[in-house]
């Protein structure tokens, strides 16, 4: 464990610092300029997203407000290296709302469902985005010869069975560009009312999609 600190001890200062303005924490006229300072944006059913000119959004994967699981992935156009999980080559944030078959009671609770304990070297709770109460998680991996960063934020919907993932990935060797850009896409966040309101049928639903998908008998 000691060596993982010394390793990542500079990734850690680096976002301890950054972390007091994470998300929900910019101030409203700080928000507004963060939208104008994005040339995109992406709306869907729950929420509306800023990001830079010289990015894009795929959306493939995103079902609608009565899916289980929606994923959709901004990164930058034109990307050299596809991205996926465990590869920062480019930035990319990966968006995952998902509906749950119980309720969470804290944003801390729905976040450990979906970390790597063992890769983990920052926590931090009490944080907001888009006005509702989110969970930080940093963890780092190793891509070849390169640190590659996952800060993770989940999001919270009291009493929706909802949680929303928005996991910004890039590299160690660009954290200070790629950890700005990401937090600004973050802050940009605006959820509508709508996210408030249950999946119908809600519980069968998640059973199907649980027994589909992990070849249970329901």
Known sequence: MMKMFNQYSAVILFLVLLTGCSGGHYKDNEKNEVEMSFANHSENEFFTIYYPKD?????????????????MDLFPSPIRNRPIYGNATEPWLHCVKSVIHFEYQTAKEAAAMSIKWDSVVLEKDGLLVGGYPAYLTVMVGKDNADTVIHQQYTVLIPCSYTVFYFTANYSKSREETDCTIMEKIIASIRFKPEVEKPVDNWLEKVETYYAETHHLDK
Do not use: F, L
Request: aromatic share 12%.
């Open 55 to 71: 990015w894009v959004c795929d959306d493939a994967r995103w079902g609608g407000k009565d899916a289980v699981t929606n994923e």
